[in-house]
Every structure is written in C-alpha cells, then in structure tokens.
C-alpha cells in the first residue's frame, strides 16, 4: 500500500475519539495496554481547555487519521531556550514506511523553529531498532549516557 496525500495539522476536541483510539494502539505497540488511564474527559481538559498542557498533530489521509504525534513545551537551562519533549509517535502499522513518521516530524521541527526551540528531546525503546534506525535516519542523535528516571504512584505521593 502506498500512502498519498499525508496532511498534517493541530489535533482539536472534535478528534478526542480518535486521539483515544491512537493512543491504545501506542500503548498495544508499546507491550503496555493497561497502562492508559487517558479518558475523552481527562483529554478535553489537558489538551482543549483554557491552558493546554500537551499538544496534539494528526497526520492524515484523506480524511482518515494515521498517526500521531503528542508534544508539550520544556526549557533547557544550559541553552537558555524553550525546547519541545515528544511524547509519543505513532504511525498505524499498514502505513508505516510510507513516510507520515518523517512528515510528522517534519511538522514538529517547524513549530520548534517558530517557537525558537533548541531542541527536540524523546526516548527510543531500546528493543525498538526499526523506530531508532528512523530517528538516526532523520538527523536525531541516540544518547546511551543518560537513563530515563520517573518517580509515579506511591512515590510521586510520598
């Protein structure tokens, strides 16, 4: 299948059903689907409400949402600049190599330049060698000094 015509543009609240249904298939992709505990409610408040806290690019085909991109805002003190934190990216299975990743991403670049970011920062599944190859592929560099931290649950409460 070869895929034509990709348009990318701003998610908006119309497209929570669709945003749900990407986001479980990221996290089927992912190995983890227990982990969503988004809802459309939870998703109308962070994304479409009066201070957003995370952002949302559909890529499209005709209509039809394809993929995903999930992003918000960060500030690197050593750069002096607003950066962006990727959060997911996700390409349905049949259109994959069909370049949305890359015009996904392309799209993201250009909202970094216009935000003055200095970078754009994510992190790569280690067992993800297809996802890695595409990201050295388009220009990203693969950090293996730092390891991801997260305190959540209990310890995030104590």
Known sequence: MKTKNIS??????????????????????????ESVEATPQKLKIDLFGEKPLAFVLLAEVDGDAIGLVTYHFIYSTFLAKPGIWLDDLYVKVEHRSHRVGEALMLHLRQIGQEKGCGRIDWTVAVSNERGIKFYEKIGAKIINKVKLCRLDGQALSK
């Not at 908006?12 to 945003?19: E, H, L």
């Open 8 to 33: 990318i543009r701003d998610a908006n609240q119309r497209d929570i059903p669709t945003i749900m249904e990407l986001i479980h298939l990221k996290a089927e992709f992912d190995g983890c689907p």
